[in-house]
């Protein structure tokens, strides 16, 4: 399923009241949703700030809702993970990492 369509019933909203978030149409968020027409990134940051994800998530291109998530993981070894002193963008690219090696791994 689509994330924006997965967001928007997770929070019992219409395609209607999405469109009046970003100022288009309802016929328009039914385009994003089947992948018709591509979000402009005015329209990502809106939707990602709206529904406080991360535009790579609201993509699909990252299981984590938020970066600030992964501060919260617990590896058994360390107790969690060092991420001080990284900014948003370097979270993204970790769990662009971490994602990578899951894949890997599940080629196997």
């Known amino acids: 399923m689509n994330r924006l369509k997965e967001l928007r019933i997770e929070k019992n909203l ?39 994800v991360s535009i790579d998530y609201l993509l699909g291109k990252s299981d984590i809702r938020n970066p600030e998530e992964i501060k919260n993981i617990k590896h058994a070894n360390s107790g969690g993970l060092d991420t001080n002193g990284l900014d948003e963008d370097d979270m993204l690219e970790l769990q662009r990492q971490i994602d990578y090696i899951k894949k890997m791994k599940g080629k196997k």
Request: aromatic share 10%; charged share 30%; proline share 0%.
């Open 14 to 52: 219409l395609q209607s009241d999405i469109a009046k978030v970003i100022n288009k149409s309802d016929r328009i968020v039914g385009f994003y949703e089947t992948g018709e027409r591509d979000m402009s990134t005015e329209t990502l940051s809106i939707l990602a700030d709206f529904f406080d």
